[in-house]
């Protein structure tokens, strides 16, 4: 079992930043990729960005593509999302996502490739 619980969300104005942490605990030694999903009202979770943990591979979704950064700290079991130059339409509740078994890259932007969840942190975006 993972356990993983994230931090950071908040309010912030359009053009600013914040920095989302996922801190995981449990069979952390046999992650595989961990990623941000993230869920605005009335619409379904959708892919942001996925990381492999040993290769450091990433991927993006090209909506946050050159805005948003993830990367990880392998010492302290931790993901993070670096995000800037938000607009309004990032408004979301941003969820952690971790998968322990290899996939293949294609299918990392699935949410149902994921074991493992957070319970979600609120972002929102004042324009």
């Known amino acids: 079992q993972v356990q993983l619980v994230e931090s950071g969300g908040g309010l912030v104005q359009a053009g600013g930043s914040l920095r989302l942490s996922c801190a995981s605990s449990?069979?952390?030694?046999?992650?595989?990729?961990m990623a941000w999903f993230r869920q605005a009202p009335g619409k379904e979770r959708e892919f942001v960005t996925f990381?492999?943990?040993?290769?450091?591979?990433?991927d993006y979704a090209d909506s946050v593509k050159g805005r948003f950064t993830i990367s990880r700290d392998n010492a302290k079991n931790t993901v993070y999302l670096q995000m800037n130059t938000l607009k309004p339409e990032d408004t979301a509740v941003y969820y952690c996502?971790?998968?322990?078994?290899?996939?293949?890259?294609?299918?990392?932007?699935?949410?149902?490739?994921?074991?493992?969840w957070g319970q979600g942190t609120q972002v929102t975006v004042s324009s």
């Open positions: 990381i492999k943990w040993s290769s450091g591979v990433t």
């Open positions: 996502a971790a998968q322990t078994n290899p996939r293949f890259s294609t299918l990392l932007r699935a949410p149902s490739q994921y074991d493992y």
């Open positions: 449990g069979r952390t030694f046999s992650m595989y990729a």
